[in-house]
């Protein structure tokens, strides 16, 4: 019982949500290498400044050009809410994935793997400026991908870009704003549409429950303002979970208790109120269903039945996909593999969709 409990405390099991990294397995893929590109007086939407805007970033393979000097093999993957682009080096993902002869052999493709602005290693509120750290948006993150990827990483064209829940809605912005810079595009876990409805609430009553904490003291608080983001934390645990798999796996009052206990745990060490509250946020003003006849590449957005946060009873993606000219939505099933929004982790369950993907957008 003592290991099977470890098994399901483990990240990439709880915090489906965050997409905070699970330990790696032994390593089939080339050695990942971590980098820093810092970006000067960044021009965010609010017009708020910041001199130096740092964004962090994990590479894997190396980038291939053609005669034309068009990068051929480059695949930029975008992670979640309070993840970062280690989160894809986990057993799961990247073992099921990066490997050599797996989809995305590391060894023939050029990897990128950013931590978002506000995420990870990449500039964010927790860093000194607090409530003071400019107020951004999906597309301020969009934009400095971008200009990582470009600028810095020298990277022209992308073979692919995928991302899971916060980095699915990412690629439905790069989509329509970049409309030729891709080849294939893989939203996982997410909504071409404005946040709002239960998603917005939920996002809402996490930021109030923390700013309503008299320890947080408007973002200059000394330790973490416990109560408010315990509150927060009840929020998008109930996001993020499974209804049939947590009845399944913690079938009693004990048991529940106990993982809900290691749940709590978890993400104490890994949030910071001020960094959560921008990142629950920062959808503010995402809305890419004004835009979707712009988007030009194959896209299958891909999203489980189980999941919380973009349940299908909806019915969102039935309508508006047909104004993606070459738009697929796939509904994946319940099933015992099926984790809920964690789903988008699990290339188990969706490799064979992203098989299909890359055959049919090959040149």
């Given at each position: 019982m003592n290991k099977l409990f470890r098994y399901l405390a483990t990240?990439?099991?709880?915090?489906?949500?965050?997409?905070?990294?699970?330990?790696?397995?032994?390593?089939?893929?080339?050695?990942?290498?971590?980098?820093d590109y810092i970006i000067k007086d960044f021009p965010f939407q609010s017009g708020e400044p910041l001199p130096e805007l740092n964004l962090h970033y994990t590479t894997l393979g190396r980038p291939v050009k053609d005669g034309n000097g068009k990068t051929v093999n480059a695949i930029l993957i975008l992670h979640g809410t309070t993840g970062d682009g280690h989160q894809f080096l986990s057993r799961q993902f990247a073992g099921g994935l990066f490997g050599a002869g797996q989809l995305l052999d590391a060894s023939k493709y050029f990897i990128i793997l950013p931590d978002g602005i506000g995420h990870g290693r990449s500039s964010k509120p927790s860093q000194g400026l607090h409530m003071r750290?400019?107020?951004?948006t999906y597309d301020d993150m969009v934009l400095a991908q971008y200009r990582l990827v470009t600028e810095k990483l020298g990277v022209n064209h992308l073979r692919l870009l995928m991302g899971?829940?916060?980095?699915?809605?990412?690629?439905?912005?790069?989509?329509?704003?970049?409309?030729?810079?891709?080849?294939?595009?893989?939203p996982l876990a997410s909504l071409p549409v404005a946040i709002a409805g239960r998603n917005r609430m939920l996002r809402k009553v996490a930021i109030n429950l923390i700013e309503s904490d008299p320890e947080w003291k408007n973002g200059e608080y000394a330790g973490?303002?416990?109560?408010?983001?315990?509150?927060?934390?009840?929020?998008?645990i109930f996001m993020s979970s499974s209804p049939l798999q947590y009845q399944r796996r913690w079938p009693t009052r004990e048991l529940a208790d106990s993982m809900l206990d290691a749940m709590e745990t978890r993400y104490f060490k890994a949030l910071d109120a001020n960094d959560l509250i921008y990142q629950l946020d920062a959808s503010r003003n995402y809305d890419p269903s004004l835009h979707l006849d712009k988007i030009k590449a194959p896209l299958f957005a891909v999203n489980s039945a189980d999941d919380q946060i973009n349940p299908p009873e909806l019915g969102i993606l039935d309508r508006v996909i047909t104004r993606v000219p070459k738009g697929r939505y796939i509904l994946l099933p319940i099933s015992e593999k099926t984790t809920g929004h964690g789903t988008h982790s699990n290339p188990e369950v969706w490799g064979n969709y992203l098989g299909e993907l890359l055959q049919m957008s090959a040149h």
């Open positions: 990240p990439i099991f709880l915090l489906a949500f965050f997409g905070i990294s699970s330990a790696r397995g032994q390593q089939d893929y080339p050695t990942p290498t971590e980098g750290f400019p107020k951004y899971t829940s916060m980095g699915g809605m990412h690629t439905w912005v790069w989509a329509y704003t970049y409309p030729d810079f891709m080849d294939a595009l893989m973490e303002p416990h109560m408010g983001l315990s509150g927060a934390i009840s929020s998008l």
